[in-house]
């Protein structure tokens, strides 16, 4: 048995008390990859394949949660520190991710960092720190909107960010439902969804469950609010936006099996580095305290704030994907090469395909930055991913399929790295097994990082992460359908060009 209770004392930050209580003056901002680890020893429950597990010790836990904790020492480093964090009005030194950007050269910054980020991890983590603060950037930013619905929103608001930034704080978000019957209403059964069951001068309670909350068991606190799909809601106490730390009392995880922690024998497994372990969470009668509260009731303003929030985080979300373009693109000529088809005209196609890609990615990001504006509440915001988001999800899987044509059964069949650990068997795989110009052993690791990517369980979900993260690709083409400016306009003009006259009197 795991003692759950157990807690280390990082500034006071694993108390529940510090927690509700928005705790900034012991806040010692960026992580350490130390520290990091430290906090995550807080009473949290996680469930995974019928444990109760304490993710700082768990096989399928240590080696993720080790990688994220090298990135919080990574962004320490000279010449890293200085792009990817500045020094807060309360003397911290804060993650760019937090930064909030009233000018067009403060919003490149933040897109500076963003690269920063993804181009460490190669687009595999697309739930990294950087996005969900984010969205927190846009929940500020939003707050004169909540203030209309009761000033005491926006002043939670205020409060909450300057401790998510003092603190760095870790975030995952949570906001569907969970997939149970979606032919029911939540006026059939109440279990559908997550609602407010509780209510006084303190704050709610709160009842039900949240997906898919990404990286959560690693995170400090969830965001929770709804998407476009859930916003309108039927019943009022169905709409609430509100922060939650992860060791809550009433509130438990329970993670998807990992696919973390697996092979012994092949260190370099992509999910050992870039494993998020989504997570459905559970809320039994979980108080949340009103300064944590952000928004109740008022459907019409959770859906519009859903975009809101989000505009900085969704470009995020697409400079990561450029990043994943770049790696897959990598990959892909490494392979190529390594069996002797790179120059073969198909294979040549295929490349330039993938290139392709990635140029109209960087295009579009530069695109997209370059019609940044007022958001009418303060802060410049990137230009909307709409197109980007649509078109992401649409080619997707032809990354795969172009992968895995090149790679050919490369991807199926290898040796993997204790095999070259016997010398008679070492000799028998370099005389077989080699490539063109290339070991056999160099060979086994491009085909590895192949497989990951392309056969097994982290690249198929990658692909479905691609598809739905930005939301449902049909309702985002449904949406972007009527978005684009001056469509009526277009319409009338071509109208009035190449309709039929109207036939002369005899």
């Known amino acids: 048995m795991i003692d759950l209770l157990e807690k280390t004392t990082v500034a006071g930050f694993t108390s529940r008390e510090a927690k509700n209580k928005l705790e900034r003056s012991t806040a010692q901002g960026l992580w350490t990859g130390e520290r990091l680890i430290e906090s995550l020893r807080d009473g949290r429950k996680v469930y995974h394949e019928g444990e109760l597990v304490d993710v700082t010790k768990h096989p399928n836990f240590t080696a993720p949660l080790s990688h994220l904790a090298s990135l919080q020492d990574w962004q320490h480093k000279d010449g890293v520190r200085e792009a990817v964090s500045f020094e807060t009005e309360s003397g911290v030194r804060a993650s760019m ?31 990294l ?81 949240k997906q898919l909350a990404t990286l959560a068991p690693y995170c400090h606190d969830a965001l929770v609010y709804l ?52 997570a459905m969470i559970f809320f039994d009668d979980v108080f949340i305290p009103k300064e944590r509260v952000f928004l109740l009731d008022d459907a019409q303003t959770a859906l519009d704030g859903f975009w809101h929030l989000n505009r900085w985080s969704l470009y995020v979300g697409q400079i990561r994907f450029y990043h994943r373009l770049r790696f897959m693109l990598g990959v892909a000529r490494l392979a190529a090469r390594a069996i002797g088809v790179s120059e073969f005209r198909e294979i040549k196609s295929d490349l330039g395909e993938l290139a392709q890609y990635c140029e109209l990615s960087r295009l579009g990001l530069k695109a997209t930055l370059a019609e940044s504006d007022p958001t009418g509440y303060g802060l410049i915001a990137p230009g909307s991913t709409l197109a980007l988001d649509t078109y992401a999800a649409q080619i997707s899987g032809r990354l795969t399929e172009i992968l895995t044509k090149i790679s050919g059964s490369g991807s199926v069949m290898q040796a993997c790295a204790v095999d070259f650990a016997d010398e008679g068997l070492a000799a028998l795989i370099e005389r077989y097994m080699h490539g063109h110009k290339t070991s056999a052993k160099q060979k086994a690791a491009i085909f590895h990082l192949v497989r990951n990517l392309v056969a097994d369980s982290f690249g198929g979900r990658q692909h479905i992460y691609e598809l739905w993260n930005r939301g449902d690709p049909v309702r985002n083409r449904m949406t972007l359908a009527d978005a684009l400016p001056d469509l009526d306009q277009l319409e009338q003009n071509i109208l009035e060009e190449f309709s039929f006259a109207e036939p002369k009197a005899q």
């Open 97 to 127: 991710s937090y930064a909030l950007p009233h000018t067009h050269e403060e919003l490149e910054q933040k897109v500076a960092a963003s690269h920063e980020w993804m181009a460490a991890t190669h687009g595999l983590m697309p739930r």
């Open 129 to 209: 720190p950087d996005f969900m603060s984010n969205v927190m950037v846009g929940l500020w930013d939003f707050r004169e909107r909540l203030a209309r619905v009761n000033p005491d929103f926006a002043e939670s608001v205020e409060a909450y960010y300057a401790y998510c930034r003092d603190n760095d704080i870790i975030l995952t978000h949570a906001i569907g439902d969970p997939q149970m019957d979606r032919s029911v209403r939540i006026t059939e059964n109440p279990d559908m969804a997550l609602r407010v069951v509780e209510r006084s001068s303190d704050g709610i309670v709160v009842r039900g469950a």
């Open 227 to 278: 998407s476009p799909t859930y916003a309108r809601r039927e019943l009022p106490d169905y709409v609430c936006w509100f922060s939650v730390p992860m060791n809550a009392e009433g509130l438990s995880m329970l993670a998807r099996p990992s696919m973390a922690g697996r092979r012994a024998g092949s260190p370099h497994e992509l999910a050992d580095r870039f494993e998020e372990h989504d």
